[in-house]
């Protein structure tokens, strides 16, 4: 049986042979939804995650009567590339009180649902669906988006660290400016 091949690898034929009949040789996908197969040729065409199994038919000829056999194939699901955030490596931003930040992640060819999560840190909480952070405090946190795996690609997580860098104080002073005028 063959080995286990990876969603888009299209160019995989596992022929059936034979050295007595002169019958001819068709091929079809007995079970399952993970492939085609060419009638002909043999030759396989994924279309999902999943196991087939394939049939050969070897047709009669004037000495040998009709013979079938079967073997199956796994489709796996195929790394995903492309997926990333708008921007991978964020400028320090400085604290201010209720900040949000916004950094989404896209592209890729997987349609999977992407959720969001901080991954190390406590300076911001995260909106697991949309990405966005809101900024508690100064410090540095690390957000990884997750798109799940489909039919067709396998779940592929990226990350970005953001540091929240401490606001200078501009509200901090005497209450009376001159000391000359408390008399």
């Given at each position: 049986?063959?080995?286990?091949?990876?969603?888009?690898?299209?160019?995989?034929?596992?022929?059936?042979?034979?050295?007595?009949?002169?019958?001819?040789i068709s091929?079809?996908?007995?079970?399952g939804?993970?492939?085609?197969?060419?009638?002909?040729?043999?030759?396989?065409?994924?279309?999902?995650?999943?196991?087939?199994?394939?049939?050969?038919?070897?047709?009669?000829?004037?000495?040998?009567?009709?013979s079938?056999?079967?073997?199956?194939?796994?489709?796996k699901?195929?790394?995903?590339?492309?997926?990333?955030?708008?921007?991978p490596?964020?400028?320090?931003?400085k604290?201010?009180?209720?900040?949000?930040?916004?950094n989404i992640?896209?592209?890729?060819?997987?349609?999977?649902?992407?959720?969001y999560?901080?991954?190390?840190?406590?300076?911001?909480?995260?909106?697991?669906?949309?990405?966005?952070?809101?900024i508690?405090?100064?410090?540095?946190?690390?957000?990884?988006?997750t798109?799940?795996?489909?039919?067709?690609?396998?779940?592929?997580?990226?990350?970005?660290?953001?540091?929240i860098?401490?606001?200078?104080?501009?509200?901090?002073?005497?209450?009376?400016?001159?000391?000359e005028?408390?008399?």
């Open positions: 049986s063959p080995e286990d091949i990876e969603f888009g690898f299209d160019s995989f034929v596992n022929e059936a042979i034979c050295s007595k009949s002169t019958g001819s091929y079809s996908v007995q079970s939804e993970s492939v085609t197969v060419d009638a002909d040729t043999g030759k396989i065409t994924t279309l999902k995650a999943g196991t087939s199994t394939i049939k050969a038919v070897l047709t009669e000829d004037d000495n040998y009567q009709e079938v056999i079967t073997y199956q194939i796994t489709v699901n195929a790394a995903d590339s492309g997926f990333g955030f708008e921007d490596n964020p400028v320090n931003r604290y201010v009180k209720n900040d949000t930040y916004s992640a896209s592209g890729g060819s997987g349609t999977g649902k992407v959720t999560s901080i991954t190390s840190g406590n300076a911001a909480t995260i909106d697991k669906n949309t990405g966005e952070l809101t508690n405090k100064a410090g540095t946190v690390e957000v990884t988006a798109r799940e795996a489909d039919d067709k690609y396998a779940e592929i997580s990226v990350s970005y660290s953001l540091t860098e401490k606001a200078e104080q501009d509200d901090f002073g005497f209450d009376v400016l001159s000391p005028n408390q008399f």
